[in-house]
Nanobody, 125 residues
Framework: QVQLVESGGGLVQAGGSLRLSCAAS????????MGWFRQAPGKERDFVAA?????????AYADSGKGRFTISRDNAKNTAYLQMNNQRHEHMEDYYC?????????????????WGQGTQVTDAS
């Protein structure tokens, strides 16, 4: 079983930047994919971005984050990052780290096997 622990949430103004981290432990990560989802109260979790842990590190982004968000990984630290630039007010929600053994299904919230506890991104204005 994989344990995922998020950090880096906090206050941000519209147009500002924030970097989230997700530290993974509990297994080897060859063939694993990690990603981020966000969730507003009373709504479904929406896909934000994902990265393949294998060589090459293929990535995928939701249209809402393209050009503003960057997902990356540090293999030595078993940590994935989500750099969020030009943050929008409507995207200041709870962010969850997710993991799956198939990068091809990482965009599907119902097909991720592992989840973190979440970290909150809050409007600072």
């Amino acid at each position: 079983q994989v344990q995922l622990v998020e950090s880096g949430g906090g206050l941000v103004q519209a147009g500002g930047s924030l970097r989230l981290s997700c530290a993974a432990s509990g297994r080897t990560f060859s063939g694993y994919a990690m990603g981020w989802f966000r969730q507003a109260p009373g709504k479904e979790r929406d896909f934000v971005a994902a990265i393949n842990w294998s060589a090459g590190g293929a990535t995928a982004y939701a249209d809402s984050g393209k050009g503003r968000f960057t997902i990356s990984r540090d293999n030595a630290k078993n940590t994935a990052y989500l750099q969020m630039n030009n943050q929008r007010h409507e995207h200041m929600e709870d962010y969850y780290c997710a993991g799956t053994r198939k990068f091809q299904v990482a965009v599907d919230r119902n097909k991720n096997d592992d989840w973190g506890q979440g970290t909150q991104v809050t409007d600072a204005s």
